[in-house]
Every structure is written in structure tokens, then in C-alpha cells.
């Protein structure tokens, strides 16, 4: 099987293809559909079949040429981009230009051979599309609000308050829309069921979770998705002087960790396991950002239980 290391950004990348024969070959593409053809037509000319591609999770500049390859027959993989940097540490790689890093890429791909991504079905698409416009309106929202919090010109304080108004009333809008087609998928519905079945999370939290991990049910377990999520412990300890604070990795979804802090504080009181969690690490003399932390992971432990076993949250499980 061919090996193609992809290093992506916002308006191109640049392709490794590893030839069965184990030759290398580099090709720079426009992030775009006409890029993906010409990609297409490049593969096509080395006769290439049977393909696993590999990229990094760079911001969302990834989306679209993944589902492209995806749709063409071929195998890929999307990784954390730590995973690369790391590997290219271990290689003692000293260069770094777009063309070294598709290499890298490639031939982190032919010796980890990392798993295989699943794109989100079209409603899960849709779901996410419409979850990530609501976010952005609401910065912008926000934004406007502290500008009028400091201006002092009648006129422009007068075009603001029309525009927060519109704001306002498009996140409603959105809010109902969101909503609304939840309802009419019921794969999407149940799973917000499950979710708002834990005690800590919302309706809205259950919708970010469902739009920016929709595979959180087939990860291979719970401590796999909340290391996806940066949600896991990170320590740094060596001989007897490297004795620094463990803290979350954040070497992940930002987006997961953003959505899950305030339901981890209202779990923290409400959801009888969360504050059960509390009182141990709190008598183990943790501090507060830790016990949030471990608050957050377990909430994304709860989320990946009750959608893989298809069961709402019932605080008395283990027992």
C-alpha cells in the first residue's frame, strides 16, 4: 500500500507520496477542490490503488481534503500534531520547510500506522457547521458589547446597539434552529438525551459535545477520549530535583475542554460522583484547578458511558 504524508494549512499543502518501491515523490497542491483533483490526477499517474493517507489536526484546515480522500476509496488518518513534531524529534529532523514536514508526515504514517478516522455522517456535518457559526457569532457578540462598554460618540454607540440587537437575534434564531434539526435526527436526539441525563450538563453542552466529538462513543475507552480532549494529566517529575505540579496536557480539543469547564463547576455541587470526587481529592489537599481538571475528565468519562452503553446516568451504577 502507498503512503501519502500530507502537511496542510489554510490555502495549500504539500504532499510525500512512498511508492510501494518505497520511492518518494513531492507534490504542492491549493488547498481547494482544484488542488484535491490535481492531487488526484498526481496519484493517478504514479498508479496509485490502494492508498493510507495521514495528515495533522491543523485547525480545520484538514476537513475538507480528508473527506475528499475519504471519498475517493482511500485510507486516512488525522492526527494530533504533537504526535509528528514528536516523531520528527526522534529523528533528529533539523529542518523544517513545508516539503521536510509532508515527509515527516509520510513516513511517521508508514511506521506507527496510526488509526484510521471516520468522517462525521452529513447531519453530524451539519450539526458541527451550524454549532461553530453560533460560537462565532457569539465572539463577535461579545466583542461588540465591550466596545460599547468604552465608547462615548452618540452615533457610534447608536450603530452598536442596532448591531447587538441583530446579533442577539440571529443566536436566537440559531439557537431554535440548532435545536429544531436535533429533533428531527433522532440519532442526534437520543444522544442529547444521554447526555443531559448526566448532572453538570445542559442542552448547549450537549449539542458541542455531539457536534465536535461525534465518535466519542467508539473510542477504545473513556481515558483515550479525554486524552483526545487534552483532558488527561500531565507530569513532570526526573531524579530528585524535577518535582513540578501535574496540570492538564491541553494537548487536544480545545473546543471539548472550553465547553466542559462551567458544567464541571455545577457538577462539582449538583452530580453526586463529581462531589464525591471532590471531597477525596480535596482531603488529599489538591487545589482548585486541579480538582476542576479531574472534574472536567470525569464529566467526559460520564458522556462516553452512558453513549456507548446506550444508557442514561444512573449515579448508583457501581454500586
Known sequence: MAILGIDISKKTFDATLITQQGQKHHRPCDNNEKGFKKLQRWLKKHKVVELHACMEATNIYWEELAQFLYDQGYQVSVVNPARIKGFAMSQLRRNKTDKVDSDVVADFCAA???????????????????????????????????????????????????????????????????????????????????????????AKTAIKLIAEMYDLAEYENAQAAAADAGLTPSHHRSGTSVRRKPRLSKVGKASVRGALYWPAITALQHNPIIRALKERLAAKGKCDMVIIGAAMRKLLHLAYGVLKNQTPFDPNYAN
Do not use: M, Y
Request: with cysteine.
Open 112 to 202: 506507527i500506522e496510526p488509526k484510521l478516522w471516520r468522517p462525521p455522517s452529513p447531519e453530524q456535518r451539519k450539526l458541527r457547521a451550524l454549532v461553530r457559526h453560533q460560537e462565532a457569532l457569539q465572539k463577535t457578540l461579545t466583542q461588540q458589547r465591550n466596545r460599547l462598554a468604552t465608547c462615548k460618540d452618540p452615533d457610534v454607540r447608536s450603530s452598536l446597539h442596532r448591531l447587538i440587537d441583530t446579533l442577539q437575534t440571529e443566536l436566537e434564531r440559531l439557537e431554535q434552529q440548532i435545536q429544531s434539526f436535533i429533533n428531527h435526527h433522532p440519532d442526534l436526539k437520543k444522544q442529547q438525551k444521554l447526555l443531559v441525563s448526566i448532572k453538570g450538563i445542559g
